[in-house]
């Protein structure tokens, strides 16, 4: 089992940054990558951003977030981390951290509101 706490959302203006946490606990053993994936009322889930857990910590991100934010992570926390800059009102969401493994585990979420 794998255990996720996200924290770090708020209300930001249009053109401010966040910074997202996502504090794993548990079994880490056969986790491939980490991921933060957000949600906004009546759209789907989809994934803004994966870094793997190997040792080049590769990262991927949606097209709508590049340039703009950066995932990262400290092992030494199993803290894994969404840099978020320049935000934009279409940013809002409910954002998630997955750890995937199998069908993968899920944090609470954590609300991000982005004023015009």
């Known amino acids: 089992q794998v255990q996720l706490v996200e924290s770090g959302g708020g209300l930001v203006q249009a053109g401010g940054s966040l910074r997202l946490s996502c504090a794993a606990s548990g079994s880490f053993f056969r986790i491939t990558s980490m991921g933060w994936y957000r949600q906004a009322p009546g759209k789907q889930r989809e994934l803004v951003a994966v870094?793997?857990?190997?040792?080049?910590?590769?990262?991927n991100y949606a097209d709508s977030v590049k340039g703009r934010f950066t995932i990262s992570r400290d092992n030494a926390k199993n803290t894994v981390y969404l840099q978020m800059d320049s935000l934009k009102p279409e940013d809002s969401a409910v954002y998630y951290c997955k750890a995937f493994r199998g069908g993968g585990y899920w944090g609470q979420g954590t609300q991000v509101t982005v004023s015009s």
């Open positions: 870094i793997s857990s190997g040792i080049s910590g590769s990262a």
